[in-house]
């Protein structure tokens, strides 16, 4: 194995910004960031989410930023500072540097993830499950 996990979340984590969970809720009031949950949807259901976080799950992360993508979202075209998070940092360092690498220039990720969100005793809004259809 050339690279293993270790050493892409410590390529990563010396490129990418993260924020503590202080400085998160600080700037979670303002309009001009989003909170982009990389957590699948069973994880967030179970635990709660940020209020107000995108749901993106990490796997569509490339096609929702892509603007030529058919998966596009417009929400990544917007002006605006990004904060990823997932569970504990790992999944949102990779991805805030997949988000740097394919030109989105006002990205961060939240340290210690969702995880420590909650242990600070942060506000955590409940996720209800979809409908099966």
């Known amino acids: 194995m050339k690279k293993g996990y270790k ?6 984590e010396a ?25 699948d949807p069973r994880e967030r259901e179970r635990e709660g989410t940020i209020a107000h976080a995108f749901s993106c799950p990490r796997g569509m992360l490339e ?11 417009p929400v990544f075209a917007e ?6 998070y997932c569970a504990s940092g790992w999944r949102s360092a990779l991805a805030t540097k997949t988000a740097l690498e394919m030109g989105l220039e006002n990205v961060c990720h939240l340290e210690g993830g969702f995880s420590a969100w ?6 955590v809004e409940a996720v209800v499950a979809k409908a099966k259809a």
Request: glycine share 2%; hydrophobic share 50%; charged share 30%.
């Open 15 to 39: 490129l990418v910004e993260a924020v503590d969970t202080a400085e998160a809720a600080r700037l979670q009031a303002s309009d001009n960031v989003v909170f982009v949950d990389l957590r």
């Open 7 to 12: 050493d892409l979340l410590a390529e990563a």
């Open 79 to 84: 002006d605006k500072l990004f904060i990823f």
């Open 118 to 123: 909650r242990e600070a005793g942060l506000p």
């Open 63 to 73: 096609f929702w930023i892509d603007p030529e993508s058919p998966y596009h979202k």
